[in-house]
C-alpha cells in the first residue's frame, strides 16, 4: 500500500518520517523506534500517535513509501 509521507531531514540530512496518512487520516510519527538500510530501501519502526507500531518503507529509487508492516496495541480498540 503505498502511502503519502510527511518528512523533515534527519542529522544527516536525509528524509526522516514526521507523519503519513491512512487514506485522509494524518497519524503522526511520535518517535522512530529503530530504522536500518539496504542499498535501494530504507525502513523506520515507528510509534504511532494512534498507539500502533508501523515500519515504514522508503524506496530510495521511485521515491515511494509504503507500510511494510503494522503492530496493533492492545491499547486501542
Excluded: K, N
Amino acid at each position: 500500500m503505498t502511502i503519502r509521507v510527511e518528512c523533515y531531514a534527519g542529522y544527516r540530512g536525509e528524509q526522516e518520517p514526521c507523519a503519513f496518512y491512512l487514506g485522509e487520516r494524518r497519524v503522526e510519527v511520535l518517535e522512530i523506534v529503530d530504522r536500518w538500510v539496504d542499498p535501494q530501501r530504507r525502513w523506520f519502526r515507528c510509534q504511532s500517535d494512534d498507539g500502533h507500531s508501523y515500519v515504514l518503507r522508503h524506496d530510495e529509487i521511485s521515491g515511494d513509501w509504503d507500510i511494510a508492516a503494522f503492530t496493533r496495541s492492545g491499547a486501542h480498540p
